[in-house]
Nanobody
Framework: QVQLVESGGGLVQAGGSLRLSCTAS????????MGWFRQAPGKEREFLAA????????YYADSVKGRFAISRDNAKNTVYLQMNNLKAEDTAVYYC?????????????????WGQGTQVTVSS
């Protein structure tokens, strides 16, 4: 069992930056690929980024490529999402997830575990 807790959300002006963190409980964190998703009101959940268990591979949705960066620190059981040049359309609840591979996370939107989400609001 893995429990994921996101933090770092909040209110930011357009053009600003935020860094989200997701800390996992348990000793199996490093076995999982990790991903970030978001869901805006009235919209479907959207894949944003994923990272392999080792951190050696990262993958991004076209909508955030070049603006967002995913990273992980296995010693701290934490995965991060650095978000730069934020836009009003980035407003959503952001979720981290643990899955068996970056493919299942990014292609299939499937995860073994989900966090509870953190709200990000970008004012224009």
């Amino acid at each position: 069992q893995v429990q994921l807790v996101e933090s770092g959300g909040g209110l930011v002006q357009a053009g600003g930056s935020l860094r989200l963190s997701c800390t996992a409980s348990g000793s199996t964190f490093r076995r999982y690929a990790m991903g970030w998703f978001r869901q805006a009101p009235g919209k479907e959940r959207e894949f944003l980024a994923a990272i392999t268990w080792s951190g050696g591979g990262t993958y991004y949705a076209d909508s955030v490529k070049g603006r967002f960066a995913i990273s992980r620190d296995n010693a701290k059981n934490t995965v991060y999402l650095q978000m730069n040049n934020l836009k009003a359309e980035d407003t959503a609840v952001y979720y981290c997830a643990a899955g068996t591979s970056v493919s299942t996370l990014g292609r299939d939107n499937l995860a073994d575990y989900w966090g509870q989400g953190t709200q990000v609001t970008v004012s224009s």
